[in-house]
Structures are given as C-alpha cells and as structure tokens.
C-alpha cells in the first residue's frame, strides 16, 4: 500500500506567496523525486534528489532530500497562477525498485 | 521526438467488455510502467517491464494482463472491464532500472476510462 504521505493535501493561496509541501515515510528511501501533473496530462518531473542533505533548485522551486531519508520538501517561492497543478512526491528505496508515490498536494492559486 | 504516448484518451465499457490500452514511447528507454490514478490516491503500479521481453507485476496486477510488443510498445489488457477499474491509466518509461537519474520516468498524458 501507499507508504508517502504528503501534505497538506491541497493548498489556495494568493499569487506572489511563498508554497511549503512535504513528503514523510516512515521506512527509508534512497531517491526521492518530485512531480507536477497539470489538468488533462501526465505527470511532469521536477526535481529529482539523490543525496540524503541534497538541496536542489530548479527557478522558483527547491526541493530538499531529508537527512533522515524519511522525509522531502518542495518550496515554491513568489507562486504565479500557471503553477496550479498536483504535486506528487515519489520515492524510490534502492536502484531497480519501483516508485512509491505520494497521494499528491493540489495547489490553486488566486491571481 | 512526441515521448510516451497513449491510446485512446478516453473510453468508455460497459461491465465485462474487453479493451487494450496502448503505449509507444520514442527515447529508446528500456523500461516501461503502467499505473492507475485514482482520486487521493497518487499513483499505484499496476506491471512494469524492466526491459524487452520482461513484464512483471506491480502493486495492484489483478484483473489486468501486459505486453511488451517490442522496445517501443507495451500495452495493458482489460479482459473483462469492471466499474471497479475506472480510474485514469499512465504509462511511464525510463532509460533503464539500474538507479539513479536513469531510472527517472516519463509519463504519457493519460487514458481516461469509465466502466459502466
């Protein structure tokens, strides 16, 4: 069963603010990504993390590789409306095994 | 260079009707996935095949079948549809399983299929 639980589980905040979200498991993961699925179409990947302390940036986002391996986060900074969407985590414990996704944070934004 | 695409859209079946899901992707990746998406849920792996000529099941295989018709193809089977696997199917494909940025996977647009 679903082993990520992400929150919060959705998200309305007002364009020019700052989005936190994360991911927590309680087993370890050795790879964590992040995702963004916009209506209509397929997830897109975001981040990808591979180093427990990583922290890498990708424009407005930054995601972070937990130290303890349990856990991830995503900021956004300075949200603009075209970043509405479903943000999954998805964590992969050791090379070969599958993907373990997260139930997903569903972001709106107010122009 | 179109990446992972799906066939159809959408799709409508009526309780015990058949139907197969196809999937193509054009980066020459090795392994391919297909998932469900269902509200609240994320997503769930239904089979993967890690290479041509490998298909092995994920979290949720029953009621489902797969083939991997060549490098670019795999498909996923409905042998008897029912209202229970109305969800939205992904087909994923990535450069291999051996770890790293070269397992990240790609996603299609998606399947919508309702089963009446």
Not at chain 1, 3 to 32: A, H, R, Y
Not at chain 2, 19 to 48: E, K, V
Request: overall charge neutral; some cysteine; proline content about 4%.
């Amino acid at each position: 069963g679903q082993q990520l639980n992400q929150s919060p589980q959705s998200m309305f905040i007002q364009e020019g603010e700052d989005v936190s979200m994360n991911c927590t498991s309680s087993s370890i993961f050795n790879t964590w990504l992040w995702y963004k699925q916009e209506p209509g179409e397929g997830p897109v990947l975001l981040i990808a993390l591979y180093k427990a302390g990583e922290l890498t940036s990708n424009g407005r986002l930054t995601a972070q590789f937990g130290i303890t391996r349990k856990d991830s986060f995503l900021n956004i900074s300075a949200s603009i409306p075209s970043d509405v969407g479903i943000y999954f985590c998805a964590g992969q414990k050791n090379a070969g095994n599958m993907l373990t996704f997260g139930g997903g944070t569903r972001l709106m934004v107010k122009p | 260079n179109a990446g992972v695409t799906q066939t159809p859209k959408f799709q409508v079946l009526k309780t015990g009707q058949s139907m197969t899901l196809q999937c193509a992707q054009d980066m020459n990746h090795n392994s391919m996935y297909w998932y469900r998406q269902d509200p609240g849920m994320g997503l769930r792996l239904i089979y993967y095949s890690a290479s041509e000529g490998t298909t092995d099941k994920g979290e949720v295989p029953n009621g489902y079948n797969v083939s991997r018709l060549n490098k670019r193809e795999f498909s996923l089977r409905l042998e008897s549809a029912a209202p229970s696997q109305t969800s939205v199917y992904f087909c994923a494909s990535s450069e291999t399983l051996t770890g790293g940025f070269s397992d990240t996977q790609y996603f299609g647009p998606g399947t919508r299929l309702t089963v009446l």
